[in-house]
């Protein structure tokens, strides 16, 4: 079934009616974060003015999606993500000389780039030293300075450690030819493995809960961890932004088209809704509005977050398009405009703590083609009694696989004619093979004795120079990796014999030798598993990630009924 299917399922019962009459629906007023004089603000019915500043409390797991007791009153939240954008677009570009470098450098924020010990080990370059790169985007909630209390509300909550209500993983491939952007809803439920405060030294036992709280676990290292731990995927670097200094990015841009199939008019009287309101066709958004557009439920597809991270993908496409064509990029002084507001909302990574780092990351990032970059939500289903969301069993994985083998999420990858297999050149008995435990999970922890248990198969089928390495290492992906072409019959020969798919077999231009790591993807047993949501021939994305192509000019957002006018 495809997820459009099961949010149509859903969205009817996500709002209880008595929750509708009494404005404790989830989220209520979660739009309302505008200044009072900003245009759309009004105040929450019933209640007086100062009180709409606040979020409420925040339920014990940090989800949204919760059926019963306080509800939690969010928002203020979704524009945060664009200075991440444009930080790397806009930042990366901005040849405006180094004499300006150290200033911007001395704006970055730096953190370290995961928290969560072990992790995995970056993939081994392909054949032509080349490495896919993935970022990690997030969007914090916290409201330490007055700025970020004026754009977010809740000065009851200026103390409270932020959440990372907004997280996308952006994923460019080796080649530098398409990007992938893959956006996972706040409330899902994960592992949270331990993390370490590198300030404090607090240490956050491993936990199940909803991912924007491991924000909360000693800063974005511990969501990078967590993110590692649930994709498998090796995450290079992240950058993470709060609300200081979005709005202003937004205007410098100039205006951002976008697209509603009807009238629109984000606002009812219990006072839901963004303030949004848009007549029918395209309109170039910027400023307030632009807020407005980024931070609506309340009137696009099902009144979810689902629908709202969809109407991100489109203005974050859009907005690329914009950026790519405009001519005011030429201009040194508003690229220095864009590139302080840029810096100053940053916190990164330390590998990735200077501008001259964001320049040749954006100089990347900028060889992607639009019509090669594809927009998804992780594929998700609801878990019991419908108080979080979870990882759709197959379909997820699928989409996690897809980017771990660097394959594009728009099913556009050239597709190479099936050479015939090349024959061995090494007698079984004479091939050197070393096997590697790479069940080393930060998470379940590690299998002990996969290596001595795959070696000793590996000898019963006469590969005899079988050895192992004791170290043990993370991957999600069993694989045999192997120096060059020259050996490339005795990787197949040797993936066949232990029942292994053909894109298990890897050319490393970093190998020494051949080498078979056992993934986390075969923990017991001797003949490898079938792994869920495999697909023979699946080259794509499934459709219930819902992909959005950068170029896709014609998409249009879906309007609520209940909030036409």
């Not at 435990?437 to 379940?444: E, F, I, M, P, Y």
């Not at 019963?460 to 993370?474: C, F, I, N, R």
Request: hydrophobic letters at 30%.
């Amino acid at each position: 079934m495809g997820q459009s299917s099961v949010r149509g399922d859903r969205s009817r019962r996500r709002r209880r009616p008595e929750a509708a009459e009494t404005g404790r629906d989830d989220g209520v007023h979660e739009d309302q974060g505008l200044p009072p004089d900003a245009p759309g603000w009004t105040p929450p019915e019933g209640s007086a003015v100062a009180a709409a500043d606040g979020d409420g409390e925040v339920p014990a797991d940090g989800g949204g999606h919760r059926r019963g007791g306080q509800p939690r009153r969010r928002g203020r939240k979704v524009l945060r993500w664009t200075a991440l954008t444009l930080a790397v677009l806009i930042v990366g570009g901005a040849g405006a000389g180094y004499w300006y470098y150290e200033h911007l450098n001395a704006n970055l924020r730096k953190a370290p780039r995961s928290l969560g010990g072990g992790g995995l080990k970056k993939p081994d370059p392909n054949a032509f030293g080349q490495s896919p790169l993935n970022i990690l985007l997030l969007g914090s909630d916290g409201r330490n300075n007055a700025k970020n209390i004026e754009l977010g509300g809740a000065r009851q909550d200026a103390d409270r450690k932020p959440l990372a209500d907004v997280q996308m993983l952006l994923h460019v491939s080796a080649d530098r030819s398409n990007m992938s952007v893959i956006s996972i809803p706040r409330d899902t439920r994960v592992t949270i493995p331990r993390c370490t405060d590198p300030k404090t030294h607090e240490v956050f036992p491993q936990t199940s809960a909803a991912i924007n709280q491991s924000l909360q676990h000693g800063g974005p290292g511990c969501t990078l961890a967590t993110w590692q731990e649930l994709t498998g995927i090796y995450i290079d670097h992240f950058m993470m932004v709060d609300f200081g200094g979005v709005v202003e990015m937004a205007d410098a841009i100039g205006g951002v088209p976008v697209c509603v199939d009807g009238n629109v008019y984000s606002h009812d009287s219990k006072g839901h809704g963004s303030g949004l309101k848009l007549t029918k066709g395209t309109h170039s958004v910027k400023g307030v509005q632009a807020l407005q557009w980024l931070r609506t439920r309340y009137g696009f597809e099902d009144n979810t977050d689902i629908g709202r991270a969809k109407a991100q993908h489109m203005y974050m496409n859009s907005m690329v398009r914009q950026l790519k064509k405009d001519a005011k990029l030429t201009n040194p002084g508003e690229l220095r405009d864009l590139a302080e507001a840029a810096t100053n909302a940053l916190t990164v990574d330390d590998g990735l703590d200077t501008v001259k780092k964001l320049y040749d990351l954006g100089g990347d990032l900028s060889r992607v083609p639009t019509k090669r970059i594809t927009m998804v939500t992780m594929p998700w289903q609801y878990g019991p009694g419908e108080s979080y969301v979870m990882p759709k069993p197959g379909d997820a994985e699928a989409t996690f696989g897809l980017l771990r083998n660097d394959t594009a999420l728009d099913g556009k990858d050239k597709k190479k004619k099936a050479a015939p297999a090349p024959k061995p050149s090494t007698p079984k008995d004479q091939l050197k093979v070393v096997v590697q435990n790479g069940t080393n999970s930060t998470v379940n922890g590690p299998v002990s004795g996969r290596a001595s248990a795959l070696q000793q198969q590996l000898s019963g089928l006469g590969y005899t120079a079988a050895g192992t390495d004791s170290a043990l290492t993370t991957q999600a992906d069993t694989t045999v990796t192997y120096r060059d072409k020259a050996q490339r019959g005795d990787a197949l020969a040797l993936a066949k014999a232990l029942g292994l798919p053909k894109d298990a077999v890897r050319e490393s231009s970093s190998a020494t030798g051949m080498r078979l790591v056992v993934g986390n993807d075969w923990r017991t047993g001797s003949a490898y598993p079938e792994q869920p949501g495999d697909e023979k021939g699946a080259d794509k994305a499934p459709d219930s990630a819902d992909a959005l192509n950068g170029q896709d000019t014609k998409a249009c957002m879906k309007v609520n009924p209940s909030y036409a006018f």
